[in-house]
């Protein structure tokens, strides 16, 4: 089984079901708190391999939603100084899997480790769902 570097925002149920599915597929979960770690652009960056800029963000983030930020108007330099002034913007979780990294649980990377195609509500924020807030 892997040893997988898990990037989370403490307190996100989301994050938390993530970590427990990954664990109950027999991997060893290294949690790391986004919002502590001390980023740097290029570090950041290798996350997001060819994804769009706009899906680099978190969509649930309080700047996003009152449309300060708006991810489908910035490049990708703009989108990686706004991350790190404000890592809640990131999305995640970020996972680092043996040099391999991604950004969200909805790649083929994540689904493989758990053994199955889809991520069965597991990406996206729950809260969001139940109209409730992360503390």
Known sequence: MATILFYQKPGCVTNARQMLALK????D????DILKEQWAAEQLRRFF???PIASWFNRAAPRIKSGEVNPDAVDAA???ALMLADPLLIRRPLINVDGARCAGFDHESVLSLLGRDTPDGLEGCYQEQKSTHCP
């Open 24 to 27: 109950a597929a027999g991997h």
């Open 49 to 51: 391999n060819n994804m």
């Open 78 to 80: 703009s989108a990686l």
């Open 29 to 32: 979960v290294i949690a790391k």
